[in-house]
């Protein structure tokens, strides 16, 4: 019943900016963490940005300044604004969230994942 739907990908050129957003929706209880993943052909999975529940960011090396990511928790959302884009971070991006969803009986934490939304950046 938990889903997390990605949008705002697309394609740019270098210096441009896009804005990702997630929505997690369902039967859910609580949620944890929020991040941001991505993916480039060949290339493993690597941790983009992340948002913890009680506010506090992690960025890679390589977005640090340029990339922010912020969460609404009254709607169970998280963001990512990618500023001065380069060809380097042309990937799948993949939202990632901790969620506490309801089942009846007792609270388990997993891990869910969106269905990944490509951006492509120009030189």
């Known amino acids: 019943q938990v889903q997390l739907v990605e949008s705002g990908g697309g394609s740019v050129q270098a210096g441009g900016s896009l804005r990702l957003s997630c929505a997690a929706s369902?039967?859910?209880?609580?949620?944890?963490?929020m991040g941001w993943y991505r993916q480039a052909p060949g290339n493993q999975r690597e941790l983009v940005a992340e948002?913890?529940?009680?506010?506090?960011?992690t960025y890679a090396d390589s977005v640090k300044g340029r990339f922010t990511i912020s969460r609404d928790n009254a709607k169970n959302e998280v963001y990512l604004q990618m500023n001065s884009l380069k060809p380097e971070d042309t990937a799948v991006y993949y939202c990632?969230?901790?969620?506490?969803?309801?089942?009846?009986?007792?609270?388990?934490?997993?891990?869910?994942w969106g269905q990944g939304t490509q951006v492509t950046v120009s030189s």
């Open positions: 990632n969230a901790l969620i506490n969803p309801y089942n009846g009986a007792f609270v388990v934490a997993i891990n869910y």
């Open positions: 369902g039967s859910i209880f609580s949620v944890g963490d």
């Open positions: 948002v913890t529940s009680g506010g506090r960011t």
